[in-house]
């Protein structure tokens, strides 16, 4: 499908971080207290839910103007270092440059934002 047809086909831009690839499963993990979420009190959640919260939360401490390449690794690196083998995934509706900011909403922005964070274990 080229660039024109899935415009066409799919009218709005859509991002999406999955997971893992699609040969792995996702793990959750039953204490999420160790991701450093604010007031996680203990619930069990998924480990790549958890570890993108924890990167976005910081970043909101210490802004530095991630992109999406800078905080797909930063979640690979946590992930890692937490011993799960789940690489997590970028997935775009449109053409995208992986050095572009990340941002729930573009800078700039005026009109309703709508963001939809979903984690699904299925």
Same mark, same amino acid.
């Given at each position: 499908?080229?660039?024109?047809?899935?415009?066409?086909?799919?009218?709005?831009?859509?991002?999406?971080?999955?997971?893992?690839?699609?040969?792995? @499963?996702?793990?959750?993990?039953?204490?999420?207290?160790?991701?450093?979420?604010?007031?996680?009190?203990?619930?069990?959640?998924?480990?790549?839910?958890?570890?993108?919260?924890?990167?976005?939360?910081?970043?909101?401490?210490?802004?530095?103007?991630?992109?999406?390449?800078?905080?797909?690794?930063?979640?690979?690196?946590?992930?890692?270092?937490?011993?799960? @083998?789940?690489?997590?995934?970028?997935?775009?509706?449109?053409?995208?440059?992986?050095?572009?900011?990340?941002?729930? @909403?573009?800078?700039?922005?005026?009109?309703?934002?709508?963001?939809?964070?979903?984690?699904?274990?299925?």
């Amino acid at each position: 499908m080229t660039s024109e047809q899935a415009q066409n086909a799919i009218r709005s831009e859509f991002r999406m971080i999955s997971g893992c690839e699609d040969k792995q @499963t996702s793990a959750d993990v039953s204490n999420v207290g160790s991701f450093q979420l604010p007031d996680p009190a203990g619930r069990a959640g998924g480990a790549c839910t958890s570890t993108l919260l924890n990167v976005l939360y910081r970043d909101r401490v210490r802004p530095d103007d991630k992109s999406f390449k800078e905080l797909l690794l930063e979640m690979r690196e946590i992930l890692q270092s937490k011993g799960f @083998t789940q690489i997590p995934q970028l997935s775009s509706s449109r053409n995208l440059d992986v050095d572009t900011k990340f941002d729930i @909403t573009p800078d700039g922005f005026h009109g309703t934002k709508r963001a939809v964070m979903i984690g699904i274990n299925y």
